[in-house]
């Protein structure tokens, strides 16, 4: 009589179980190498689900803000019975492009397009490099110079409205456009500090581009008036020329002295998150 041959198990559960395991690590693995340079941080230093939805939602909110007061702005010019007067130089050389207020705004656009952009990325090293921008981008021009416009516009404002913005403007422009150009820049910027964790770069690499990008305005500004025989704003025709080079001094220091408050709120609001990532930093030297 022979004896029946015991047939092998056509499925091997334990084995199935280790390959599926082994399988899954390798996945993880490969996960793990798309994400590249993705930081690795503890879970209470990371960006909650409902901080990015706040944030994200935030962004999204000032790019329609931001996009609706460009075409409030363009129609405003496109309908202006008398451009000249009412849009002050926009048919001079340089056009509204002298003006401050006028390339804040177009770079508050780009920001938060940028950051919206930034926000619905799907995680990966790309999307890191962009984030590490996006908070350069905030840290030394959105909010620095955001706020100095704003604090600039109506300190002069008050001092000498007919040097900054005069009153025959108001016989046009309504008064919306411009707290729309003047106001609103920092209140969204402020906001912004609030609600967004930002990674602030290193004290020099912040000082060095606030002084770069003031530095090519004022070239710009001089450019402008070399070329027309006028300064973009009236009320330095007042100011004696050997005194002009000291208000463009006091204007860098003082967007310089923005970033510092800038950097102070995110850091006071952020505060656990900032002490973490400078101890890792240190370490990172050492």
């Known amino acids: 009589m022979t004896t029946p041959m ?32 993705v930081e690795r941080v503890p879970r209470p230093m990371r960006r909650s689900l409902a901080e990015l939805t706040v944030g994200s939602m935030y962004h999204f909110a000032v790019l329609c803000f931001y996009v609706y007061v460009h075409v409030y702005d363009a129609t405003l010019m496109k309908k202006c019975p008398q451009p000249d007067k009412f849009f002050i130089g926009s048919n001079s050389y340089g056009g509204r492009w002298k003006y401050l207020t006028f390339i804040n705004l177009w770079l508050q656009l780009a920001y938060f397009f940028l950051a919206f952009f930034t ?27 955001g706020t ?19 009153a025959f403007l108001d016989d046009y422009l309504p008064q919306d456009i411009n707290h729309y150009w003047h106001t609103t820049v920092a209140l969204c910027v402020l906001i912004e500090a609030i609600l967004v964790f930002h990674r602030y770069p290193s004290t020099f690499t912040s000082n060095a581009l606030v002084f770069v990008y003031s530095t090519a305005y004022v070239v710009w500004s001089v450019l402008v008036y070399t070329k027309s025989g006028k300064w973009a704003y009236p009320f330095l025709h007042v100011i004696p020329v050997p005194l002009i080079p000291v208000f463009f001094a006091a204007c860098f220091f003082f967007t310089l002295f923005m970033f510092y408050v800038g950097r102070w709120i995110n850091y006071y609001r952020w505060t656990e998150r900032h002490l973490y990532y400078r101890k890792k930093e240190e370490e990172d030297e050492e």
């Open 6 to 37: 015991r047939r092998r198990p056509l499925h091997d559960d334990s084995h199935s179980d280790d390959s599926e395991g082994e399988v899954a690590a390798e996945t993880t693995e490969q996960q793990d190498d798309t994400v590249g340079e």
């Open 148 to 166: 100095f416009v704003t604090i600039a516009f109506w300190g002069l404002y008050g001092i000498d409205r007919e040097g900054i913005y005069p």
């Open 119 to 145: 926000d619905i990325m799907p995680q990966s090293s790309v999307k890191l490099t962009f984030q590490k921008f996006t908070d350069l981008a905030f840290a030394t021009f959105a909010f620095p110079f």
